[in-house]
């Protein structure tokens, strides 16, 4: 009945288009019908319900024809549409070979058709015309069923093997997360029982008192501050204090600021008068390095008695004699 039915529309619309087209032609429009052709063939005239039938349409027109070949979605004729393919070019003398394949299918037993095709083409002057293509009849069957027979049960699913490419979309996340968990579990054992590394610089053969007062005699036999080599002077001599302050105390005063100095140094054991020589010797280093400062001549000799006055005050009592290199 639906067959019918759709067969009746589709003939009342193609006598339409073919009324369109004798209407043009009778106002005199000129035809092409010569250098343009469109055919439709199936593989096949006879199909069963479901079954898939390919249809090829095949156009072949000359060069100087602009050809606009309609973009079917649904229908076929009435057949619908399962699929269609690219549309192939190639050229045939001086003509050019348009070709593409349609899918198509009934879901109803009775008389089907795939097409005809209506296709609308332009010459180089302009003129509009159209071409009608053929129809091809497709009977479609229904399965034969004896009804003397009794019911068949369905039949189960039919078992197909996997594939191990059908595993690989999630093996190779979960082989991702595994090779994670293995290294952070590898770097956690690595170092859940090492402690932070810590840099001990090598203390001096020498007292802290008697390294100290070495090395504040070869600065001042360096005469940097006579140079005009006041930063670098004022430098080393306060590199000379601090690293002191680590042999003497173990006080890790060479990575302190002056004012974090003179805020840790009420822990030690150093008296005012020394507090007093470290810390303006501190001071008058940083104005000089940091805020470039030029000290006078008495200054520069000033900072290097009072680093020796520091040393002399806080060494340990017992080796309070100067000890001569």
Not at 8 to 35: E, K, N, T
Not at 150 to 161: H, N, Q, W
Not at 221 to 243: G, N, P
Not at 271 to 281: F, I, P, R, S
Request: net charge neutral; charged share 25%; with cysteine.
């Amino acid at each position: 009945m639906i067959a019918g039915v759709q067969n009746i529309a589709f003939r009342v619309q193609r006598w339409r288009h073919a009324f369109v087209l004798l209407c043009v032609l009778s106002l005199g429009l000129p035809s092409f019908s010569q250098s343009l052709s469109a055919t439709l063939k199936a593989d096949s005239n006879k199909i069963l319900i479901g079954d898939q039938l390919h249809v090829r349409l095949t156009i072949k027109h000359s060069k100087d024809l602009q050809l606009a070949i309609p973009k079917l979605v649904d229908t076929l004729g009435n057949m619908e549409i399962i699929s269609s393919s690219k549309i192939d070019t190639s050229s045939e003398g001086n003509n050019i070979l348009l070709t593409q394949v349609y899918t198509v299918s009934a879901y109803d037993s009775g008389e089907f058709h795939a097409g005809p095709m209506l296709l609308f083409f332009k010459n180089s002057s302009g003129t509009v015309d159209s071409l009608l293509s053929n129809e091809v009849p497709v009977l479609v069957n229904t399965l034969n069923v004896d009804t003397t027979k009794p019911f068949k049960p369905i039949k189960a699913p039919l078992e197909v093997p996997y594939s191990w490419k059908e595993f690989l979309y999630y093996l190779i996340p979960l082989a991702i997360l595994l090779l994670l968990l293995i290294g952070g579990y590898l770097l956690w054992k690595k170092y859940k029982n090492k402690k932070p590394d810590t840099y001990v610089r090598p203390k001096p053969k020498d007292p802290a008192h008697i390294w100290a007062r070495k090395e504040l005699k070869k600065l001042e036999e360096e005469k940097l501050w006579q140079k005009d080599e006041l930063k670098l002077y004022y430098t080393k001599l306060t590199d000379i204090l601090r690293m002191y302050l680590e042999y003497r105390f173990s006080w890790m005063a060479l990575e302190s600021t002056t004012e974090e100095i003179a805020a840790e140094i009420g822990d030690f054991p150093i008296n005012d008068v020394a507090k007093k020589l470290l810390l303006e010797t501190l001071r008058n280093a940083d104005l000089v390095k940091f805020a470039k400062m030029q000290p006078l001549q008495d200054v520069n000799m000033k900072s290097m008695e009072q680093a020796f006055n520091f040393i002399e005050v806080t060494a340990p009592t017992e080796n309070k004699t100067e000890e001569k290199p």
